[in-house]
Protein backbone atom coordinates (compact mmCIF):
# COMPACT_ATOMS: atom_id res chain seq x y z
CA UNK A 1 0.00 0.00 0.00
CA UNK A 2 1.06 4.27 -0.35
CA UNK A 3 1.86 3.68 3.54
CA UNK A 4 3.03 0.45 3.44
CA UNK A 5 5.73 -0.10 6.89
CA UNK A 6 8.47 -2.94 6.62
CA UNK A 7 8.29 -2.40 10.47
CA UNK A 8 6.85 -6.00 11.17
CA UNK A 9 8.87 -7.41 8.17
CA UNK A 10 11.68 -9.69 9.07
CA UNK A 11 14.44 -10.69 7.11
CA UNK A 12 15.43 -13.94 6.29
CA UNK A 13 19.17 -14.82 7.50
CA UNK A 14 21.78 -13.39 5.72
CA UNK A 15 23.40 -15.72 3.62
CA UNK A 16 27.38 -15.41 3.72
CA UNK A 17 29.11 -15.87 0.71
CA UNK A 18 32.84 -15.50 -0.13
CA UNK A 19 33.87 -11.77 -0.77
CA UNK A 20 36.39 -8.75 0.18
CA UNK A 21 36.08 -5.31 0.82
CA UNK A 22 38.27 -2.27 0.11
CA UNK A 23 40.43 -0.62 2.17
CA UNK A 24 38.83 1.16 4.56
CA UNK A 25 41.32 3.89 5.90
CA UNK A 26 42.78 5.27 8.82
CA UNK A 27 39.41 7.21 9.82
CA UNK A 28 37.34 3.55 9.57
CA UNK A 29 39.91 1.94 11.12
CA UNK A 30 40.03 4.08 14.45
CA UNK A 31 36.80 2.97 15.24
CA UNK A 32 37.34 -0.78 15.46
CA UNK A 33 38.33 -1.25 19.11
CA UNK A 34 35.42 -3.34 20.82
CA UNK A 35 33.93 -4.56 17.47
CA UNK A 36 34.32 -8.15 16.75
CA UNK A 37 35.87 -8.95 13.33
CA UNK A 38 35.58 -12.01 11.71
CA UNK A 39 36.68 -13.25 8.35
CA UNK A 40 35.35 -12.10 4.89
CA UNK A 41 32.02 -13.17 3.87
CA UNK A 42 29.89 -11.45 1.80
CA UNK A 43 25.97 -10.69 2.53
CA UNK A 44 24.87 -9.95 -1.17
CA UNK A 45 25.30 -12.14 -3.91
CA UNK A 46 26.34 -8.54 -6.34
CA UNK A 47 28.92 -7.60 -4.00
CA UNK A 48 32.71 -6.67 -5.35
CA UNK A 49 34.23 -10.71 -5.31
CA UNK A 50 37.98 -9.21 -3.73
CA UNK A 51 35.85 -8.82 -0.92
CA UNK A 52 36.73 -11.83 0.47
CA UNK A 53 39.80 -10.19 1.71
CA UNK A 54 38.38 -8.36 4.02
CA UNK A 55 37.93 -8.99 7.76
CA UNK A 56 34.31 -9.26 8.93
CA UNK A 57 32.24 -7.24 11.39
CA UNK A 58 28.93 -7.73 12.61
CA UNK A 59 26.05 -6.27 10.46
CA UNK A 60 24.53 -4.01 13.40
CA UNK A 61 21.28 -3.87 14.47
CA UNK A 62 18.45 -3.03 12.02
CA UNK A 63 16.14 -0.46 13.33
CA UNK A 64 13.00 -1.48 14.33
CA UNK A 65 10.96 2.01 13.51
CA UNK A 66 11.83 1.74 9.68
CA UNK A 67 8.92 2.74 7.15
CA UNK A 68 6.40 5.36 6.86
CA UNK A 69 4.67 6.68 9.86
CA UNK A 70 3.50 9.75 11.85
CA UNK A 71 6.34 10.26 14.01
CA UNK A 72 6.16 11.46 18.13
CA UNK A 73 8.21 14.53 18.32
CA UNK A 74 10.22 15.86 21.49
CA UNK A 75 7.47 18.35 22.30
CA UNK A 76 4.75 20.43 20.77
CA UNK A 77 5.33 23.30 17.81
CA UNK A 78 3.26 26.15 17.93
CA UNK A 79 0.17 25.42 16.22
CA UNK A 80 1.27 21.87 15.11
CA UNK A 81 0.47 18.82 17.54
CA UNK A 82 2.61 16.26 18.98
CA UNK A 83 3.24 14.20 15.92
CA UNK A 84 4.58 15.08 11.95
CA UNK A 85 1.41 16.43 10.27
CA UNK A 86 1.96 13.00 8.29
CA UNK A 87 3.75 9.80 7.72
CA UNK A 88 7.46 10.03 7.03
CA UNK A 89 10.33 8.29 7.42
CA UNK A 90 12.56 7.81 10.45
CA UNK A 91 15.12 10.99 10.91
CA UNK A 92 18.70 10.76 12.18
CA UNK A 93 18.67 11.54 15.85
CA UNK A 94 21.96 10.87 17.46
CA UNK A 95 23.63 9.76 14.21
CA UNK A 96 24.95 13.41 12.63
CA UNK A 97 27.62 11.11 11.03
CA UNK A 98 26.28 8.47 9.77
CA UNK A 99 22.44 9.35 8.29
CA UNK A 100 21.00 11.34 6.35
CA UNK A 101 17.27 11.77 6.01
CA UNK A 102 14.28 14.44 4.77
CA UNK A 103 12.88 14.16 8.12
CA UNK A 104 14.08 15.72 11.65
CA UNK A 105 12.72 17.20 14.70
CA UNK A 106 13.46 20.88 15.45
CA UNK A 107 13.17 20.29 19.62
CA UNK A 108 15.44 17.72 19.52
CA UNK A 109 19.29 18.67 19.69
CA UNK A 110 20.66 15.38 18.59
CA UNK A 111 18.78 15.58 15.18
CA UNK A 112 20.48 16.70 12.11
CA UNK A 113 18.36 19.13 10.21
CA UNK A 114 16.58 17.36 7.61
CA UNK A 115 17.42 17.63 3.91
CA UNK A 116 15.01 18.52 1.20
CA UNK A 117 13.07 15.65 -0.40
CA UNK A 118 14.08 15.38 -4.08
CA UNK A 119 11.42 16.89 -6.62
CA UNK A 120 10.40 14.40 -9.87
CA UNK A 121 9.38 16.51 -12.91
CA UNK A 122 5.74 18.11 -12.65
CA UNK A 123 2.79 15.71 -13.34
CA UNK A 124 5.13 12.44 -12.59
CA UNK A 125 2.71 10.20 -10.05
CA UNK A 126 3.80 9.12 -6.96
CA UNK A 127 4.37 5.42 -8.43
CA UNK A 128 6.31 6.48 -10.90
CA UNK A 129 8.66 8.49 -8.93
CA UNK A 130 9.34 5.33 -7.18
CA UNK A 131 9.42 2.90 -10.05
CA UNK A 132 12.00 5.66 -11.39
CA UNK A 133 14.23 5.18 -8.09
CA UNK A 134 13.73 1.88 -8.38
CA UNK A 135 15.57 1.05 -12.00
CA UNK A 136 18.02 3.10 -10.30
CA UNK A 137 18.93 0.93 -7.37
CA UNK A 138 18.54 -2.01 -9.35
CA UNK A 139 21.24 -0.73 -11.41
CA UNK A 140 23.24 0.63 -9.22
CA UNK A 141 27.21 -0.86 -9.14
CA UNK A 142 28.75 -2.18 -6.25
CA UNK A 143 31.89 -0.56 -4.79
CA UNK A 144 31.42 2.62 -7.08
CA UNK A 145 33.28 5.85 -4.76
CA UNK A 146 34.86 2.78 -2.86
CA UNK A 147 31.08 1.96 -1.09
CA UNK A 148 29.16 -0.88 -0.78
CA UNK A 149 31.44 -3.22 -2.07
CA UNK A 150 29.57 -6.36 0.29
CA UNK A 151 26.39 -5.42 -2.35
CA UNK A 152 23.13 -4.54 -1.80
CA UNK A 153 19.51 -6.00 -1.57
CA UNK A 154 15.73 -5.26 -2.25
CA UNK A 155 13.72 -5.88 0.62
CA UNK A 156 10.42 -4.37 0.56
CA UNK A 157 9.15 -2.56 -2.60
CA UNK A 158 5.58 -1.02 -2.97
CA UNK A 159 4.75 1.34 -5.35
CA UNK A 160 5.34 4.43 -3.09
CA UNK A 161 8.13 2.92 -0.42
CA UNK A 162 10.90 1.03 -1.57
CA UNK A 163 13.18 0.04 1.55
CA UNK A 164 16.95 -1.25 0.70
CA UNK A 165 19.89 -2.59 2.31
CA UNK A 166 23.86 -2.06 1.31
CA UNK A 167 26.34 -3.61 2.93
CA UNK A 168 29.93 -1.99 3.44
CA UNK A 169 33.36 -4.58 2.71
CA UNK A 170 33.55 -4.76 5.88
CA UNK A 171 30.07 -6.39 6.78
CA UNK A 172 28.21 -3.17 8.12
CA UNK A 173 25.02 -2.38 6.59
CA UNK A 174 22.91 0.76 6.10
CA UNK A 175 19.33 0.98 5.27
CA UNK A 176 18.00 3.22 3.03
CA UNK A 177 14.37 4.47 1.98
CA UNK A 178 12.46 6.15 -0.13
CA UNK A 179 8.82 6.97 -0.34
CA UNK A 180 6.23 9.71 -1.81
CA UNK A 181 4.88 12.27 0.25
CA UNK A 182 1.65 13.86 -0.36
CA UNK A 183 2.93 16.93 -2.37
CA UNK A 184 4.46 14.67 -4.50
CA UNK A 185 7.93 14.96 -3.70
CA UNK A 186 9.87 12.09 -2.54
CA UNK A 187 11.58 11.74 1.10
CA UNK A 188 14.71 9.89 1.53
CA UNK A 189 17.07 8.23 5.02
CA UNK A 190 20.13 6.49 3.81
CA UNK A 191 21.61 5.87 7.61
CA UNK A 192 24.21 3.62 9.48
CA UNK A 193 23.22 1.12 12.58
CA UNK A 194 23.82 0.87 15.66
CA UNK A 195 26.69 -1.09 16.23
CA UNK A 196 27.65 -3.75 19.36
CA UNK A 197 31.02 -3.16 21.14
CA UNK A 198 32.49 -3.71 25.08
CA UNK A 199 30.14 -0.80 25.83
CA UNK A 200 27.15 -2.07 24.78
CA UNK A 201 24.84 -0.83 21.64
CA UNK A 202 26.49 2.32 20.08
CA UNK A 203 25.88 4.34 17.20
CA UNK A 204 28.12 4.26 14.49
CA UNK A 205 30.80 7.12 14.96
CA UNK A 206 31.65 8.03 11.29
CA UNK A 207 30.11 6.07 8.14
CA UNK A 208 33.65 7.04 6.11
CA UNK A 209 31.25 8.95 3.90
CA UNK A 210 29.07 5.82 2.60
CA UNK A 211 25.62 7.42 2.77
CA UNK A 212 26.20 10.81 1.18
CA UNK A 213 28.29 9.43 -1.33
CA UNK A 214 25.21 6.44 -2.06
CA UNK A 215 22.76 9.20 -2.10
CA UNK A 216 25.11 11.64 -3.97
CA UNK A 217 25.04 8.73 -7.27
CA UNK A 218 21.74 7.83 -6.96
CA UNK A 219 20.36 11.95 -6.75
CA UNK A 220 22.67 12.24 -10.12
CA UNK A 221 20.66 9.77 -11.95
CA UNK A 222 17.67 10.80 -11.12
CA UNK A 223 18.98 14.29 -12.31
CA UNK A 224 19.45 12.74 -15.77
CA UNK A 225 15.45 12.44 -15.86
CA UNK A 226 15.18 15.68 -14.92
CA UNK A 227 14.45 15.54 -11.15
CA UNK A 228 15.57 18.53 -8.72
CA UNK A 229 17.81 16.47 -6.16
CA UNK A 230 20.76 18.69 -5.00
CA UNK A 231 24.04 16.78 -4.13
CA UNK A 232 25.19 16.64 -0.68
CA UNK A 233 27.84 18.78 0.08
CA UNK A 234 30.50 19.83 3.09
CA UNK A 235 28.32 23.07 2.98
CA UNK A 236 25.20 21.09 3.60
CA UNK A 237 27.02 18.86 6.99
CA UNK A 238 30.79 20.20 7.49
CA UNK A 239 30.88 17.96 10.47
CA UNK A 240 29.67 14.77 8.98
CA UNK A 241 32.15 15.16 5.80
CA UNK A 242 35.70 16.62 8.45
CA UNK A 243 34.91 13.10 10.24
CA UNK A 244 34.49 11.47 7.20
CA UNK A 245 37.65 12.71 5.48
CA UNK A 246 35.83 13.55 2.89
Known amino acids: GSNASPTSFVPPPLQRLPQRRGVLGVAAASWLGGLAVTPGALAFPNGVK ?3 FVPKRPAGARPGDLGVEKRKLKGKLPGKGPTTPEPVLKGCSGQRLSCFSTSGDPLDKNSPEPLRPWQPPSGTSPEDAIAAIRKVIADYPPGQS ?3 LGGFRVLTSDPTYIYAQFEAGDGVIDDVEFATLSDGTVQFRSGGRTLFNDSGFTPRPSDVGSNARRLNY ?10 TAPEITR ?4 DYFKEAGL
Do not use: H
Not at 218 to 227: S, T
Not at 235 to 238: F, M, S
Open 146 to 148: GID
Open 218 to 227: IAEEVRKLGW
Open 235 to 238: EVRP
Open 50 to 52: EAI
